[in-house]
């Protein structure tokens, strides 16, 4: 299977500065990424991801309410996650909301299931780190029994057993349209492989030619499995200004502060200049002018054979305004030039 070649924007909801620089409220965060998500539609983006946090720094700990009011003041763009956290939801829940959302939106709606990068959902809602593992394979296999929008029989451990329980909405042109986001290991490729989904590579440090093994083994999986091939996509950080060096110039104070902040709490050192500018040229961060990053998406695309490049364009207290530019140039400059390129 050969899809056609998707362009999509991700946002975690990350806190911004006002005019004045100091931090905005989360209210007004979630109402500027849906002004971003509005923008996106009308510039003719394909994708736009909201992704979901629960703690200080980010707002949206509830993607689809927002992805909601985002489809209600848009007409075409395709509206997801990036990412749920299924290990500490209810994989019932999550169907439903989507299937509400892809309501909502006319068939606009997809999920990105993951166990996400940050743990702070297991003690919120109860779950113990202990079961990362378990949590996420039950509950996927769970979720993937929903899709058909038969009846459903299921037993685990981590939730109650279902006889024959149907699930409602359902979706009107099923099945729901799930990816299988993954950050790096063998065994998340072959579980989405295993269960015909997607795949979402989340690649956001390093060569992205590193990933060539993975999306390789997608493939060779599928054609073990003799299954139809699914797409795999890629998710990437970065920004667009007019050039390389005012791009570079405005992401690098808020993009290090969000790095050390993170890194701080997982015992990595500051970042540095030269750790930036590496990312910048070789590595997995896609900032620069429209030329720069259209060159560097288009050779990511080529080398991983994807279908689907998110850019995610969110950094730290990066202002909205700044945001809506980069949104403008990826849709009007950076995605023309990748389709010239690759034409």
């Given at each position: ?20 620089g ?15 998500g ?59 909301r ?29 779950f ?5 593992e ?10 993937v029994k ?22 409602f ?13 993954v950050?790096?290991?063998?065994e ?14 989340a690649i ?28 795999i ?34 015992g ?26 259209a ?17 995610k364009?969110?950094a ?28």
């Amino acid at each position: 299977m050969t899809a056609p070649l998707e362009f999509g924007l991700d946002t975690f909801g990350d806190v911004t500065a006002g005019p004045d620089g100091a931090l905005l409220p989360h209210a007004q965060v979630i109402r500027d990424v849906i002004a971003e998500g509005a923008l996106a539609d009308s510039l003719g983006v394909d994708f736009f991801g909201v992704g979901e946090h629960h703690r200080e720094d980010f707002a949206v700990s509830a993607p689809e309410v927002v992805l909601a009011a985002i489809a209600g003041c848009t007409k075409r763009i395709k509206l997801g996650s990036a990412v749920t956290v299924l290990s500490s939801d209810d994989s019932i829940r999550v169907f439903q909301r989507f299937a509400t959302l892809d309501a909502a939106s006319n068939g606009r709606a997809e999920v990105i299931l993951g166990r996400g990068s940050f743990t702070e959902s297991f003690p919120l809602f109860g779950f113990e780190l202990d079961q990362y593992e378990m949590l996420f394979e039950e509950k996927l296999g769970l979720f993937v029994k929903l899709l058909p929008q038969e009846p459903v029989t299921w037993s685990g451990m981590t939730r109650a057993a279902l006889k024959n329980q149907r699930v409602f909405p359902t979706v009107e042109n099923p099945p729901l349209k799930t990816w299988i986001g993954v950050g790096g290991s063998p065994e998340s490729v072959i579980r989405a492989a295993r269960h015909g989904l997607p795949m979402m590579l989340a690649i956001i440090g390093g060569d992205p030619e590193r990933f060539l093994p993975y999306a390789d083994l997608f493939r060779q999986a599928f054609e073990k499995l003799e299954k139809p091939l699914q797409p795999i996509g890629v998710h990437s950080p970065g920004y667009v200004a007019e050039t390389d060096a005012q791009a570079r110039e405005e992401l690098w104070p808020d993009y290090k502060r969000m790095r050390d902040r993170i890194g701080a709490e997982r015992g990595w050192g500051p970042m540095n200049h030269a750790e930036f500018d590496r990312e910048a040229d070789t590595g997995s961060l896609y900032v620069g002018s429209p030329e720069t990053v259209a060159r560097k998406i288009a050779a990511t695309v080529k080398t991983l054979g994807v279908q689907r490049f998110q850019m995610k364009y969110s950094a730290g207290a990066l202002p909205h305004e700044k945001l809506m530019r980069s949104i403008e140039l990826y849709a009007t400059k950076v995605i023309p030039m990748v389709r010239e390129i690759l034409a």
